[in-house]
Structures are given as structure tokens and as C-alpha cells.
């Protein structure tokens, strides 16, 4: 299965995110905020990143611009999950490839994942 990053630096919602996909058989790697979250890819290629959009040291905004600007990380799809961010997503659709706005509904953001995982996002 997929290597998947979840930056979010709300502790427990990143580790119930990652519970969902390690139970869907991927592979999680969660990050407290972008900035982290930037750093970690660059160690390990994810398939997917899923981000928050308000978190400190770097929003997930500036790490979406961050990875569109690198050309090894520009293709890795992104989706975004916001408490009241989610329309400054929508307006940027070379950003951010899906947005959830939370409190999300877990098959519909694990179908999501899988649609593009499978090339289809």
C-alpha cells in the first residue's frame, strides 16, 4: 500500500486520521505542522499528503506553495482538511487536488484517498 503524510497539529485527530488509513493498509507518517511535514518528504516520498490548513511554523497554504515550487514534490496530490479554511482551498485548485471541510465523514474522505491513490484524483 501507499506511504500517506498527515500534517496536522492537533495531536488526536492526526493519530485517528492515521489509524483509518494504517487500517485501509498504508503507511502513516504524521507531522505536527508544514514545516515538519516538508522535511519528512524529503526524507520519504509520500503517495498522498493530507494537511490541515491552520497549523504553526508553517500552514498547510505555505506547505502546499513549498511543494508546488519543488519540482520532486509538485505531483504529490494534496487533500486539505480545514475547520474554516476550506473555501481560501477551493480558490486554489493547483494547490489542493480535494478539500474536507471537519468535521469530515470518514468514507468519504477514505474513498477520496483511494481514488487518488489509484490515478484518479
Do not use: C, W
Not at 500517506?4 to 488526536?12: G, M, R, S, T
Not at 493530507?50 to 511554523?57: E, K, R, S
Not at 505531483?75 to 482551498?89: E, F, K, M, N, T
Request: glycine share 8%.
Amino acid at each position: 500500500m501507499a506511504l500517506i503524510l498527515v500534517a496536522d497539529d492537533e495531536y488526536f485527530l492526526a493519530v485517528m486520521l492515521a489509524d483509518m488509513l494504517e487500517d485501509e493498509g498504508h503507511e502513516v507518517q504524521t507531522a505536527p505542522n508544514g514545516q515538519a511535514a516538508l522535511a519528512l518528504m524529503r526524507e520519504a516520498r509520500p503517495a498522498l499528503l493530507i494537511t490541515d490548513f491552520m497549523m504553526p511554523i508553517m500552514t498547510g497554504l505555505e506547505l502546499a506553495e513549498a511543494m508546488h515550487a519543488d519540482a520532486a514534490l509538485a505531483d504529490i496530490p494534496i487533500i486539505l482538511v480545514s475547520g474554516a479554511q476550506g473555501g481560501i482551498a477551493r480558490e486554489k485548485p493547483e494547490l489542493f487536488q480535494a478539500v474536507f471541510d471537519k468535521p469530515y465523514q470518514r468514507d468519504g474522505l477514505l474513498a477520496e484517498v483511494e481514488r487518488m491513490l489509484n490515478g484518479k484524483g
